[in-house]
């Protein structure tokens, strides 16, 4: 009988074979050491350790970010750049959150050709990319990122576009999937464990912001407000006169004079009294704690009275109170409207028939996390669907499938501890509590009705 790890060597070797077949731009599956492929930053605030690990029940190896609250950066510089213009361009990779995600990134940026120059061992959050793409969670941010970097024609400079609306991040500590779909038509569709989640035209200024297209407009930021310009759509009427009956001294509320004090009014008690059973502690010191007073409860003998000390009369509302007088609003005859600059043409519009996309040269991942446990894995890059498809059911189907029963069997026995834990209560003493209480609380429904 084969054993266990001929077979995945055996399986891994038929990926690999359909993988070249297929003729992806860039795979990645972590299957050998990343070192010397793989260039960590050597910048000083990337102290995050990366290590070759194991996906947790598994065999399968991941590039897990392995200690918690740090900075990360490793990148991977591509043979030949990816071109983005022409044809259908497939971003795919694995991320599983092992220990969850609170608060970090664990997206990855498509970087683009850097300066004559540049060396690997520089890369931070600074360095340009193309797209930054993957899930994101931090406080109110629960997103999966798709930004696109994009160049003005007109002004030579890159301008961060954001997917609107894009899909949340899973919320559990399984494997998943995240591709994004390039289409020559413009289109970017955005899947999650190969589902569509988003679909989005790279055009269309519904679907990014900023859009992509300037408008082709803008406020003239040298135009000024003239300052007989009335915004005011109302205005007191000023041939409006106060009515002579119009008081504005009279009071909100006055005495109730027709109220009268109730029957069994303690005028001569007190709302409260010392309390009869405190006594002065032995330790009291006079001289250095002060006088000894005895606290104040509640007085018992106005409980049975309508009430205790001096009574007064209520307050009730004042039926001759108007406020304070304002003369009614009127149209106003000179109001011109809310005042605008106005519109001269946008000196960075520009048109185009498709993103002018920047080449992917390189493939880092630079984050700042507040969890460890992040395992990337299967990191992809390819002109067909299909190949993204095929490594997708090949990889990470079969190891979801095998999580989420793991994770079905957890939740099944954790449901049965919490029914043990009722069976040994009501297997306990306790049981004759509890059904004392409710024969008492039988009682209470059965006087509440009489």
């Known amino acids: 009988m084969m054993g266990g790890r001929a077979l995945l060597l055996l399986l891994v070797s038929a990926l690999l074979v359909q993988i070249r077949a297929s003729d992806p731009l860039l795979y990645e599956s972590f299957d050998e050491d990343f070192e010397g492929r793989w260039v960590v930053s050597k910048k000083d605030e990337y102290q995050g350790v990366w290590k070759r690990a194991k996906s947790d029940g598994h065999e399968d190896y991941g590039l897990l970010v392995s200690e918690k609250a740090r900075k990360y950066a490793i990148i991977k510089e591509l043979e030949e750049p990816v071109t983005l213009k022409d044809g259908t361009v497939v971003l795919q990779f694995e991320v599983r959150l092992q220990n969850g995600l609170e608060c970090g990134g664990a997206y990855i940026k498509y970087i683009r050709p850097q300066e004559a120059g540049w060396d690997a061992k520089e890369f931070d959050n600074e360095t340009p990319y193309t797209i930054m793409f993957g899930p994101d969670k931090c406080g109110s941010t629960n997103k999966v990122h798709f930004i696109l970097k994009h160049k003005n024609p007109k002004t030579g400079k890159y301008v961060e576009h954001h997917l609107k609306f894009p899909p949340s991040v899973p919320y559990d500590k399984l494997s998943h999937v995240y591709t994004a779909i390039m289409k020559p038509d413009n289109e970017v569709r955005i899947l999650i464990d190969g589902e569509e ?4 035209n790279f055009l269309s200024a519904d679907d990014f912001e900023p859009a992509l297209i300037p408008s082709k407009t803008i406020p003239d930021p040298d135009d000024k407000k003239p300052e007989d310009w009335d915004e005011r759509a109302k205005i007191p009427d000023p041939n409006a006169v106060k009515p002579d009956d119009w008081d504005e001294d009279a009071p909100m509320e006055i005495e109730d004079v027709e109220a009268t004090k109730p029957e069994g009014w303690l005028d001569d008690e007190p709302e409260e009294i010392d309390d009869p059973e405190a006594s002065k502690p032995e330790d009291w010191d006079d001289e250095e704690d002060g006088e000894w007073e005895a606290p104040k409860i509640d007085n018992p003998k106005c409980e049975e009275a309508p009430g205790c000390g001096e009574w007064k009369r209520p307050m009730k509302q004042n039926p001759a109170y108007k406020g304070k007088w304002h003369a009614p609003l009127i149209d106003n005859p000179n109001y011109k409207g809310i005042w605008k600059p106005q519109e001269i043409p946008n000196p960075e ?31 992809l890059i390819a002109d067909d669907e299909k190949v993204a498809t095929f490594i997708l059911e090949k990889t990470w189907k079969p ?52």
């Open 399 to 450: 190891k979801y499938e095998v999580e989420k029963e793991k994770e079905k069997a957890e939740e099944a026995a954790a449901a049965a501890d919490g029914l043990s834990e009722f069976q040994v209560i009501l297997s306990s003493g306790c049981l004759q509590s509890l059904l004392l209480l409710i024969s008492l609380l039988d009682c209470v429904s059965i006087l509440s009705l009489t």
């Open 349 to 379: 519009y520009f048109e185009l028939d498709k993103p002018d996309f920047d080449p992917i040269a390189a493939v880092g991942i630079e984050i700042w996390t507040m969890q460890d446990g992040i395992l990337f894995d299967n990191i």
């Open 197 to 200: 989640k988003k679909k989005a």
